[in-house]
């Protein structure tokens, strides 16, 4: 499989735009935290439904959202997309102690977009700055239930690599050499 998907036309009818965020992109990135953190689906985010936690994140200062995307930052980034002026989606990338291999985390899009527009292009564009980065591994964890999740991640190329008995999800890893 070509691990540098397409966009697809549909994409680029609907005016996808997809980047590396930056800290001018605070607001956006902000918007899709606070939206995945607090929607019905947030266990899809992987986020803690502890209440107290939520609130902390809401009450975060603008210097810390600026902050979380600084180019400073070399061992993680961010990426949203955008559907015209409408930010759809948000995925962070973090590269593990164990050098070349970046876990993604903190995925989400909104509903309308699931599945249809976001994936592709976000997928590409994690691809191409993790390999910038000298990362030759991509890898997510999943909760053993979320099936839309596998499908996805199975038809990107990435292969279930390790579960824990006890764990209600396991990992999924994909080479970009």
Excluded: C
């Excluded at 070399?74 to 948000?90: M, R, T, Y």
């Excluded at 973090?94 to 876990?103: H, L, M, S």
């Excluded at 990362?135 to 979320?146: C, D, P």
């Amino acid at each position: 499989m070509d691990n540098q998907p397409s966009g697809h036309s549909q994409n680029e009818q609907l005016g996808v735009r997809v980047k590396i965020a930056t800290p001018d992109d605070w607001q956006s990135y902000k918007e899709m935290r606070i939206a995945a953190i607090t929607s019905d689906e947030r266990d899809m985010f992987g986020a803690d439904s502890d209440p107290l936690r939520v609130e902390e994140e809401k009450n975060r200062l603008d210097a810390d959202w600026k902050n979380d995307l600084s180019p400073d930052k070399i061992d993680q980034f961010v990426v949203l997309a955008w559907v015209n002026s409408e930010v759809i989606g948000i995925v962070r990338a973090k590269e593990r102690p164990e050098k070349g291999i970046w876990y993604l985390n903190s995925g989400y899009s909104k509903k309308d977009f699931r599945g249809k527009v976001f994936p592709p292009k976000v997928f590409t564009e994690i691809v191409n700055e993790v390999r910038k980065r000298g990362g030759s591994k991509l890898q997510i964890g999943v909760k053993a239930h979320n099936k839309t999740m596998i499908q996805l991640a199975s038809l990107l190329g990435f292969k279930k690599v390790e579960a824990e008995p006890d764990d209600p999800g396991f990992y999924m890893e994909l080479d970009i050499n």
